[in-house]
């Protein structure tokens, strides 16, 4: 029973907390000052008026609708055009969108069937968006649009495919960082069981990975329309960290690399998270979607999903949320499946394959990428039992084998750590690497104590992230110019401004990797290095038993 009860364990990457979750929703307020009407723009089905930012040089498009709400019959269906609007006239772009229902990280002990109390149903839900939410912003530099096409860079957001919105990203950081030399777009896409509600009823009357065709039909209508706001769309980069990151992965093998037309010559990913993504009727999704249909008394329906596509949205965010914090530390329940369609094998297999879209890729990750998804108050001090509950479909012989492969990583709980960072984050983004051969770069973000979701701060300085902790104008141009150069050159030695970087050779099994730090005297400290080969062992130890892992 044990291992049927931790089948329902998925490894997400979590940066914020329930109650940090709902204090972030209840601060999207524009700032309006400084500001000025822009250029009214015609999509077709919607005309928008932007808003000129003078402070930062930078005209948004806050609020624009890529799709029809997802809600009635459209629940767990790809997304659908946007009905025309123009008989409202024209939208003043000027507020951002409301966030799609949220959800929280697994706090729980133990594994979430055994513990049946933590998925009773909360008279309280928490803070919820609606489900209408599928809004993207777009930002070009000045109050002109540009006359000259700029590559592209398109956003997707973090946290673990439950929570994260576009509000939380200042578009003009990016801008600013590619010395206006872009043109951004910062997406949202449906997230946790509206997002991603798996199993054979969703296959047979929806479609499954719904977050993740919100993506691709963002991709789609930025290839349609971008042009419109300066931007070029046979130059799209797509970056994202953590669960943003994880999708980057997933559009990367999408339709076996033969996604048509390309939509995205470039990929970037900061810590890219790939958790156990299994088949959409394997017994793990099939229990999940039997939770959800119970928890809405849906289970003597004669169409258990037609039933879930008629309740209530309260009920089904107030599920969403239960079944999440129910879920294992550091956990989360709702991920990708591997659906037949969009996603056709296990990704690490179509990464071998070198069944990929795009032409180049740059990717980092964090020194210590798994210590806010281990407990670090009660840890399970029993590495093969930590193995085995994060991998449910482990047998003792991998639990064992786990436990002889990290024993020299120090104590148990930072064994755990970097299991965790590892096996989900670390080695993932080495197997992306090694998918593009000639193309690839790859860093490593190791300010300390380079935890999880730190690099955002660098990235997004004047959004709720925080002022980055290694302030220092050198590193940010360094660190930040090479993800800009990558952007508008496809190759982060052909710098958009001087900085301190050095060469950068491009990866090739376990070459260079440009190391982004700081010295004892706080100084910034950017060198290349190698991959650490012990780490790489690891990697291929996890590589070896991806079947099992759901990878």
């Known amino acids: 029973m044990m291992k ?19 204090i972030h929703l209840s601060h999207r307020s524009t700032n309006t000052s ?81 513990a049946q109390s933590s998925l009773t149903r909360r008279a309280d839900p928490p803070g919820t968006g609606p489900e209408d939410c599928l809004f993207l912003n777009v930002y070009f530099p000045g109050d002109t649009i540009p006359t000259e096409p700029l590559p592209t860079l398109v956003w997707i957001h973090v946290r673990v495919y439950t929570e994260g919105f576009a509000d939380e990203f200042t578009g003009s950081d990016l801008l600013r960082e590619a010395n206006n030399e872009i043109v951004a777009v910062i997406i949202q896409y449906r997230l946790g069981l509206f997002g991603f509600l798996p199993g054979s009823e969703v296959k047979a009357n929806g479609n499954l990975n719904a977050g993740l065709l919100d993506q691709h039909f963002a991709l789609r209508w930025v290839q349609s329309h971008i042009s419109q706001f300066g931007g070029d ?81 309260t009920l089904l965010q107030t599920i969403n949320t239960n079944i999440n914090v129910g879920g294992f530390f550091g956990t989360f329940v709702f991920v990708p499946v591997i659906d037949g369609t969009f996603i056709t094998q296990r990704p690490t297999e179509a990464l071998k394959q070198g069944k990929v879209n795009g032409k180049a890729l740059l990717s980092i990750t964090n020194t210590n990428e798994g210590v806010i998804f281990v ?19 482990f047998g003792s012989k991998q639990d064992s084998k786990t436990a002889e492969l990290y024993a020299s990583l120090g104590t148990p709980l930072e064994q755990d750590d970097a299991i965790m960072a590892e096996s989900i984050l670390i080695c993932p983004t080495f197997y ?37 902790a290694f302030n220092n104008t050198q ?32 990866y090739s ?11 004892a005297d706080d100084l910034p400290d950017v060198h290349a290095d190698t991959a650490d080969a012990t780490q790489l062992e690891r990697c291929s130890f996890w590589d070896s038993v991806g079947v099992l892992t759901g990878q």
């Open 509 to 519: 099994n376990g070459s260079t990797v440009m190391v982004f730090n700081q010295t």
């Open 34 to 114: 400084n500001t000025a009407s822009a250029p009214i723009i015609d999509l077709g089905y919607a005309q928008y008026q932007g808003v000129y930012d003078s402070v930062n040089n930078v005209t948004n498009y806050l609020g624009v609708r890529y799709a029809a709400p997802p809600v009635g019959d459209l629940r767990w269906r790809a997304p659908q055009p946007p009905a025309n609007n123009n008989s409202v006239g024209v939208q003043q772009a000027n507020t951002q969108p409301n966030p799609c229902p949220q959800a929280p990280m697994g706090l729980a002990s133990t594994n979430p069937l055994e």
């Open 233 to 313: 769309p046979t130059k799209v980069t797509i970056w994202g960290e953590s669960a943003g990151a994880g999708s980057v992965l997933q559009h990367i093998v999408a339709h076996d690399g033969q996604t048509s037309p390309q939509l995205f010559r470039g990929a970037i990913t900061s810590s890219t998270f790939l958790p156990s993504q299994y088949m959409y009727n394997d017994t793990i999704p099939e229990l999940l979607y039997s939770e959800v249909v119970a928890q809405t008394n849906c289970s003597s329906a004669v169409d258990s999903l037609t039933c879930l596509r008629s309740a209530n949205e």
């Open 432 to 468: 992306l690497l090694s998918a593009f051969p000639n193309s690839s770069w790859k860093g490593q973000f190791a300010i300390p104590p380079a935890h999880h979701g730190q690099d955002l701060a660098y990235y997004f300085p004047t959004s709720s992230f925080g002022t980055p």
């Open 375 to 393: 407990n670090q108050t009660n840890p399970i001090t029993n590495v093969s039992l930590y193995a085995g509950t994060l991998f449910p479909k």
């Open 475 to 506: 590193f940010l141009a360094a660190f930040s110019g090479a993800f800009m150069s990558f952007v508008v050159s496809q190759d982060p030695n052909d710098k958009i401004a001087p900085t301190i970087t050095p060469s950068w050779d491009m």
């Open 4 to 22: 049927i009860g931790l089948s329902l364990l998925y490894l997400a990457s979590a940066t914020i907390t329930l109650s940090s979750a709902t």
